[in-house]
């Protein structure tokens, strides 16, 4: 199983921007397709962006496809979560998570799909 540690967040202000990273060990993730969920103050996780194991095919939720960007080097065993033009809904843990394919066409939002996952990283933005 691959363990999964995540960095990168913090705190920034309204429109800044940040990047996520997610390293893993244990396990090469070229084996592996690679999620980023977040979970806000009192609510359900939710699947913010995927990506396939050679990165060719990437996904997104609606709410974030034209602010995030998921990116991947398998060399350095790492997925990225670039996010830009933050704002206080934004305000999360973030997590990423691998799924045991390479690629999927369908079950990237379900959390049961997902085989590891990391401890989370605080992202807060204020207004």
């Known amino acids: 199983q691959v363990q999964l540690v995540e960095s990168g967040g913090g705190l920034v202000q309204t429109g800044d921007s940040l990047k996520l990273s997610c390293a893993a060990s244990g396990r090469t993730i070229v084996n592996y397709a690679l999620g980023w969920f977040r979970q806000a103050p009192g609510k359900a996780t939710k699947f913010v962006a995927g990506?396939?194991?050679?990165?060719?095919?990437?996904y997104y939720e609606d709410s974030v496809h034209d602010r995030f960007n998921i990116s991947r080097d398998n060399a350095r065993n790492t997925v990225y979560l670039q996010m830009s033009n933050l704002g206080p809904e934004d305000t999360a843990v973030y997590y990423c998570a691998a799924r045991s394919v390479r690629d999927s066409p369908s079950g990237w939002s379900s959390l049961y799909e997902y085989t590891s996952w990391g401890q989370g990283t605080q992202v807060t933005v204020s207004s």
């Open positions: 990506i396939s194991w050679d990165g060719r095919n990437t």
